[in-house]
């Protein structure tokens, strides 16, 4: 009898749809796919490996994992992904329990891997990881009403600090065709927000036909039945045109939340971490898109304790974040990978001044977007019901100015709720953050 098979699905929304892909291809190969651990015969664990803290998440696992196979519980173990693809041979020879690695070419070998390791072989696939992306279907797990779809693979933009290109490989952007089929399919079977995602959603199909496609691509989408929210992540803050900002301001199914990772603005800072543009374009860019797009979130991702972050500039980063009043960021310490320009730069922060001031910005933001959500109470918010908080005794849900996993919730009662619908919801207070209200009477979507 075939494997029972689970996932466990570390790291970003881009490796959560390359899980989905090896559901899918599980299932179809004649798998029973198993949603309790537990139970399972073989687990696959897709890991991340961006920073330290993703790669000690993904060992954690693998070691839990091993344990179980140790005692018995468990028969056998795939590690895939990023963790998989720059530490392949390191995990081959210092945790004997695995039983295959596949690295980031080859997610659509996970069968054959699966095939092999029941026979008792031991497969380590890496295939070429600047491929071109594959068009798999997927089985999504997200929940009701909203799913990623992954324009692109890999990334050019090579940054200082980062090891993404050298496991993700090239850049590399899917058809806008099957990427529209996958958007109507996923519309067909009940979704209504799609979230666009790559490492750099601005530079779509400029490897394709030298010019950025992704004005004409969220059009295509928001042209299709059922899809009411496009969301967008993560963009380039010097790849973002006038006709990307048109698009954005002029079409009513894209939602105003904007993921654009900065990551500083202090220019030497900049200049160092290999970022194309000026503090000064930023403060630009920041100032035209709250002008043309009124009611404009902003998200963003920060970096502290950088090569050469002295008080100076880490006080231009702060002063900045006072001015802008960004609604939504996260704040990260610098951290050395090996392999990666950075690493090799002098003038690092130590751990506990990075530590320091990724805490002082953490508060800062933190007062800012209290600040904002207390704007919110009286307001009326669409939101996207997700389900029902059995300890709450309430909805749950996410307005425009919520992504999944990285912002809060909106939780609210009614009655005729069901997940994935969109009620207008009247914001009555807020709890450690959340939004919190009940369902308007004034006439709601389904």
């Given at each position: 009898m075939p494997y029972k098979v689970g996932m466990v699905s570390l790291g970003c929304a881009k490796n959560l749809v390359d899980s989905e892909q090896m559901l899918w291809l599980i299932r179809d190969a004649g798998y029973e796919l198993c949603s309790e651990l537990s139970e399972a015969d073989a687990i696959v664990v897709n890991t991340c490996a961006f920073v330290e803290s993703a790669k000690s998440e993904a060992i954690e696992n693998i070691l839990e994992f091993a344990a179980l196979k140790n005692e018995g519980r468990l028969k056998k173990l795939i590690v895939a992904g990023c963790l998989a693809q720059r530490y392949g041979e390191q995990i081959i020879s210092e945790i004997p329990e695995v039983d295959a690695v596949i690295g980031c070419g080859s997610f659509g070998n996970i069968t054959e891997?699966?095939?092999?390791?029941?026979?008792?072989?031991?497969?380590?696939?890496?295939g070429d990881i600047d491929a071109a992306p594959a068009e798999t279907d997927r089985i999504i797990t997200t929940g009701e009403g909203w799913a990623y779809i992954k324009i692109a693979e890999g990334c050019d933009n090579r940054c200082a600090y980062c090891v993404i290109p050298s496991?993700?490989?090239r850049y590399?952007?899917?058809?806008?065709?099957?990427?529209?089929?996958?958007?109507?399919?996923?519309?067909?079977?009940?979704?209504?927000?799609?979230?666009?995602?790559?490492?750099?959603?601005?530079?779509?199909?400029?490897?394709?036909?030298?010019?950025?496609?992704?004005?004409?691509?969220?059009?295509?989408?928001?042209?299709?039945?059922?899809i009411e929210w496009i969301r967008l992540h993560y963009l380039y803050p010097d790849e973002i045109d006038e006709a990307l900002i048109r698009e954005i301001a002029d079409n009513p199914k894209v939602v105003k939340y904007l993921d654009i990772p900065i990551q500083h603005i202090d220019d030497g800072i900049l200049k160092r971490m290999n970022r194309r543009g000026s503090g000064a374009m930023i403060k630009d860019l920041f100032a035209e898109l709250r002008r043309r797009i009124p009611g404009l979130v902003l998200r963003t991702s920060l970096i502290t304790g950088l090569p050469g972050e002295g008080e100076a500039e880490f006080e231009r980063l702060c002063d900045f974040l006072r001015e802008a009043r960004i609604e939504r960021a996260g704040v990260f310490t610098y951290s050395p990978e090996e392999g990666t320009p950075a690493a090799q730069m002098p003038e690092i922060p130590d751990e506990e001044t990075a530590a320091r001031r990724a805490d002082l910005i953490s508060q800062m933001q933190a007062q800012i977007m209290d600040e904002y959500a207390q704007k919110q109470v009286g307001t009326i918010k669409k939101v996207l019901c997700e389900g029902y908080d059995r300890l709450a005794e309430c909805w749950y849900g996410r307005s425009e100015a919520d992504s999944p996993d990285v912002d809060g919730k909106v939780f609210f009662t009614g009655e005729n709720i069901r997940p994935g619908g969109f009620y207008d919801i009247l914001v009555q207070e807020i709890l450690d953050g959340d939004l919190v209200g009940e369902l308007s009477q004034k006439e709601n979507g389904t």
């Amino acid at each position: 009898m075939p494997y029972k098979v689970g996932m466990v699905s570390l790291g970003c929304a881009k490796n959560l749809v390359d899980s989905e892909q090896m559901l899918w291809l599980i299932r179809d190969a004649g798998y029973e796919l198993c949603s309790e651990l537990s139970e399972a015969d073989a687990i696959v664990v897709n890991t991340c490996a961006f920073v330290e803290s993703a790669k000690s998440e993904a060992i954690e696992n693998i070691l839990e994992f091993a344990a179980l196979k140790n005692e018995g519980r468990l028969k056998k173990l795939i590690v895939a992904g990023c963790l998989a693809q720059r530490y392949g041979e390191q995990i081959i020879s210092e945790i004997p329990e695995v039983d295959a690695v596949i690295g980031c070419g080859s997610f659509g070998n996970i069968t054959e891997a699966l095939g092999e390791v029941e026979n008792g072989a031991k497969p380590n696939l890496f295939g070429d990881i600047d491929a071109a992306p594959a068009e798999t279907d997927r089985i999504i797990t997200t929940g009701e009403g909203w799913a990623y779809i992954k324009i692109a693979e890999g990334c050019d933009n090579r940054c200082a600090y980062c090891v993404i290109p050298s496991i993700r490989g090239r850049y590399r952007s899917r058809p806008a065709d099957s990427i529209i089929r996958e958007a109507k399919k996923l519309a067909e079977e009940g979704i209504r927000e799609i979230i666009i995602v790559a490492q750099d959603i601005t530079r779509y199909g400029t490897d394709l036909t030298g010019e950025r496609m992704l004005p004409g691509l969220i059009r295509a989408i928001s042209e299709i039945d059922g899809i009411e929210w496009i969301r967008l992540h993560y963009l380039y803050p010097d790849e973002i045109d006038e006709a990307l900002i048109r698009e954005i301001a002029d079409n009513p199914k894209v939602v105003k939340y904007l993921d654009i990772p900065i990551q500083h603005i202090d220019d030497g800072i900049l200049k160092r971490m290999n970022r194309r543009g000026s503090g000064a374009m930023i403060k630009d860019l920041f100032a035209e898109l709250r002008r043309r797009i009124p009611g404009l979130v902003l998200r963003t991702s920060l970096i502290t304790g950088l090569p050469g972050e002295g008080e100076a500039e880490f006080e231009r980063l702060c002063d900045f974040l006072r001015e802008a009043r960004i609604e939504r960021a996260g704040v990260f310490t610098y951290s050395p990978e090996e392999g990666t320009p950075a690493a090799q730069m002098p003038e690092i922060p130590d751990e506990e001044t990075a530590a320091r001031r990724a805490d002082l910005i953490s508060q800062m933001q933190a007062q800012i977007m209290d600040e904002y959500a207390q704007k919110q109470v009286g307001t009326i918010k669409k939101v996207l019901c997700e389900g029902y908080d059995r300890l709450a005794e309430c909805w749950y849900g996410r307005s425009e100015a919520d992504s999944p996993d990285v912002d809060g919730k909106v939780f609210f009662t009614g009655e005729n709720i069901r997940p994935g619908g969109f009620y207008d919801i009247l914001v009555q207070e807020i709890l450690d953050g959340d939004l919190v209200g009940e369902l308007s009477q004034k006439e709601n979507g389904t």
